[in-house]
C-alpha cells in the first residue's frame, strides 16, 4: 500500500493508478543503483501533494504579482533559510525548476551569447549544461571543455588551469554527472581567481555528502552553486542556486522573470522538509554511509574483475569500463535491469563507442543505503552484477532469472518508504 494513500487517484484514473502502483513494485524488488535516484520520506512525499500546487506565486516574498500569499512566502522564506544554514551560504533561491535550468539561469545571470564558458566535457564526467554543443549553453556560449588524465581518470587540474589561463572564460563550472572522485574546489577557485572567471560549482550529485559532511564543501570556493535536491540529497525533483550576497540580486533577476513564471510551491514546501531532515544527525549518518557502502561496492567489484575508472570512488559513484568484460553497457545495463539491478549505461573517458551505445555502466549507493543495505551486502551485490554479465553474454535467462528472485528475496526484508508490498 502507498504511504501517503492513493484512494482517489483509483477512483477517478484507475489506469494512471495501475502504473504509479507498478512503478512502486518495481523500485520495491530492484536494488536500484542509478547514481541520480533515491527514495523521499515520506514527510517529503506528504508536502510535494498538498493544496499548495494550487497557489501561483510569481514573484518573490514581499514581492509578489498576486495576492494571497501569506502563507507561501514565510514557507519559500523558509525553505530558503534552512538551505543557506546547511550549506553555509549567504543566499539561496529555491525556485528552479530543476537542475538544467539553475544552471541556464547562471549564464543569464553572468553570460552574454558567445562569451566563454568552461566545463568539464560530457564524455568525461560532466554535464550536458556545462557548455555540451548539444545543449543550448554549447550553442549560445563559447565552450571550452577541460577532461581528465588517461592514467588515473582524475580531473587533470594542470589542463584547468592551462586551458583558463588560455582562453579567459567569464565563467567555469566544477562537477559533473559521472565524478567517482573529490572535487578540488580550492585548486578551482584559485585557478578562477587568476585568470577573473566566476566559480560555479555544481554539486547536484554530492549534495547530500556535503550536508551530512561526507564531502568537502565548495562554500568559501566558488561564489555561486547550482545543485538539484533530489539525488543524494533525498529531496523532491527540484533545484536551489546559492551564493556570496554580492551575485543574490543578479542570479534571482535571472530566474525570474529571466526564464520562469511561478514558482511550484508543493516543490518547494517539500524543499523545505527534505532541507530539516537534512540536517539532523541521523542524515549525517545517512551520508557517511552512502560512502562507506560505495567504497565496499568498488572493492568488492574490483575483486571480481571489474575495471573501474580511476580506480574506486570517494563518495555515491562508481563509474565501470566494461570492455575487459566483452561486453558494453547497453546490453549489460539491460541485463542487469532484468535481474533487479537497476544501472544506466554510460559514457567514459576516452570512450571509442557512441554516447547511446557506450563502454561503461554507471551506479551508485544512495538508493540501497536509504533502504537500509551497508558494506556487508556490497559483495553480494558485486556478485550478482558479475554474474548477470556473464549470464547476458552467454544469453542466460534463466540465471537472469534465478538473480532477480535473489534479489527480491534479500529486499523483502529491507521496507521502502512510501510504499509496501500488499495493497
Request: net charge negative; charged share 20%; hydrophobic share 40%.
Amino acid at each position: 500500500m502507498h504511504q501517503p494513500p492513493v484512494p482517489h487517484v483509483a477512483s477517478t484514473d484507475p489506469e494512471i493508478a495501475e502504473l504509479i502502483n507498478a512503478e512502486a513494485r518495481r523500485q520495491f524488488e530492484k536494488i536500484r543503483m542509478i547514481p541520480s535516484e533515491n527514495y523521499v520520506s515520506v514527510a517529503v512525499l506528504e508536502a510535494a501533494g498538498t493544496v499548495l500546487t494550487n497557489k501561483y506565486s510569481e514573484g518573490y516574498p514581499g514581492r509578489r504579482y498576486y495576492e494571497g500569499q501569506q502563507f507561501i512566502d514565510p514557507l519559500e522564506k523558509l525553505a530558503a533559510d534552512r538551505a543557506q544554514a546547511l550549506f553555509g551560504v549567504d543566499h539561496a533561491n529555491v525556485q528552479p525548476y530543476s537542475g538544467s535550468p539553475a544552471n541556464l539561469a547562471v549564464y543569464l545571470a553572468f553570460l552574454a551569447p558567445g562569451d566563454t564558458v568552461m566545463g568539464m566535457s560530457l564524455p568525461m564526467g560532466g554535464h550536458l549544461s556545462h557548455g555540451w554543443p548539444v545543449s543550448v549553453t554549447g550553442k549560445w556560449f563559447r565552450s571550452v571543455q577541460y577532461g581528465v588524465r588517461a592514467d588515473t581518470g582524475r580531473v587533470d587540474m594542470d589542463e584547468v588551469s592551462d586551458l583558463a589561463h588560455r582562453e579567459r572564460p567569464r565563467v567555469i563550472y566544477c562537477g559533473g554527472t559521472a565524478i567517482p572522485r573529490t572535487i578540488d574546489f580550492p585548486a578551482f577557485a584559485e585557478i578562477a581567481a587568476d585568470t577573473g572567471a566566476l566559480l560555479v560549482a555544481d554539486i547536484a550529485h554530492i549534495a547530500g555528502l556535503i550536508a551530512g559532511g561526507a564531502h568537502p564543501s565548495p562554500a568559501g570556493y566558488a561564489p555561486v552553486i547550482t545543485t538539484t535536491t533530489h539525488k543524494t540529497l533525498r529531496g523532491p525533483r527540484g533545484a536551489m542556486i546559492m551564493s556570496t550576497a554580492e551575485h543574490a540580486a543578479a542570479l534571482d533577476k535571472a530566474v525570474f522573470p529571466g526564464l520562469q513564471g511561478g514558482p511550484h510551491n508543493h516543490t518547494t514546501a517539500a524543499i523545505a522538509v527534505a532541507l530539516r531532515e537534512a540536517a539532523r544527525p541521523e542524515f549525517r549518518a545517512y551520508a557517511h554511509q552512502v560512502v562507506a557502502n560505495a567504497k565496499a561496492l568498488a572493492a568488492a567489484l574490483i575483486e571480481r574483475g571489474f575495471d573501474l575508472v580511476s580506480g574506486g570512488t570517494d563518495n555515491h559513484l562508481i563509474l565501470i569500463d566494461l570492455t575487459a568484460k566483452g561486453i558494453a553497457g547497453k546490453p549489460a545495463a539491460k541485463a542487469l535491469d532484468r535481474a533487479g539491478l537497476e544501472t544506466n549505461y554510460n559514457t567514459v573517458p576516452f570512450d571509442p563507442r557512441k554516447p547511446f551505445d557506450p563502454s561503461g555502466l554507471r551506479i551508485g549507493t544512495p538508493a540501497l543505503t536509504t533502504r537500509g543495505l551497508t558494506e556487508q551486502h556490497m559483495p553480494q551485490v558485486a556478485t550478482w552484477m558479475d554474474e548477470a554479465v556473464s549470464a547476458a553474454l552467454k544469453e542466460d535467462e534463466a540465471a537472469i532469472g534465478r538473480i532477480a528472485g535473489e534479489v527480491r528475496d534479500l529486499l523483502a526484508g529491507f521496507p521502502m518508504v512510501g510504499w509496501a508490498p500488499g495493497s
